[in-house]
């Protein structure tokens, strides 16, 4: 944990007038510190993670609003994150061979668990909640190695599988890379990738450290 004292910190000035996904403010901000004030060019919302609290929360904001957003700053995004949300899905899933799903989310971004993950799947009958579970262990397990703080990309969602990225904006995705036939057929996931979006997001967010 940072305890600074921000009169100590010198002050400079950064802007972007776009970003596709988190940035990390403590890694390019000065001496490795958090970002001290964040201000959009435009109204909207921004994704900000306070220091010490890696789960993050969207903050609606006005233009050139210079006193909302004082503190001390880890990351910053603007967007939402992408989100699988499967259709047609009929379970238990029953399985006569060993199956696989692979996936990869959010590559290429500060998210990125730095390689696919393969959910290994023996042969047997497994629940939408097993599927679930199975899915998150595996990313658990990938986000664990690559030092990246816990998050649970599926859930059950209406009775379907859903999978959702943690890179806000345009960069994030959720990618199914392969995915067995009777897995493909009961869980209604397909190879493709889901994008995130800047739905609602501010712009030219200029950042103080």
């Known amino acids: 944990m940072y305890n600074l004292n921000q009169d100590a910190i010198p002050r400079k000035l950064r802007q972007w ?9 403590v890694s390019e901000g000065a001496m490795e510190a958090p970002a001290h004030r964040i201000v959009a060019k435009t109204a909207g919302n921004i994704w900000i993670v306070e220091l ?17 957003l004082i503190g001390f700053f880890e990351e910053v995004a603007l967007g939402i994150e992408a989100v699988k949300l499967c259709t047609g899905g009929s379970y238990p899933a029953v399985l006569a061979t060993d199956q696989s799903i692979v996936l990869r989310l959010d590559e290429s971004t500060i998210k990125d668990s730095g390689a696919d993950v393969t959910v290994a799947f023996v042969a ?24 990246l703080s816990v998050f649970v990309p599926a859930a059950e969602a209406t009775g379907q599988l859903q999978i959702t990225g943690r890179a806000h904006g345009t960069a994030g995705k959720v990618e199914v890379v392969s995915i067995g036939a009777t897995l493909a057929t009961a869980t209604g996931l397909t190879v493709a990738t889901t994008s995130g979006a800047a739905t609602g997001a501010a712009a030219g967010l200029i950042v103080q450290w």
């Open 52 to 68: 010490g609290d890696h789960h993050g929360q969207q903050i609606a904001v006005e233009a050139y609003d210079s006193n909302l």
């Open 17 to 25: 007038a776009t970003l596709a996904s988190e940035l990390d403010l």
């Open 124 to 147: 047997g009958s497994y629940t939408l909640t097993q599927i679930v579970a199975a899915i998150n262990v595996a990313y658990a397990a990938a986000y664990l190695v690559a030092g």
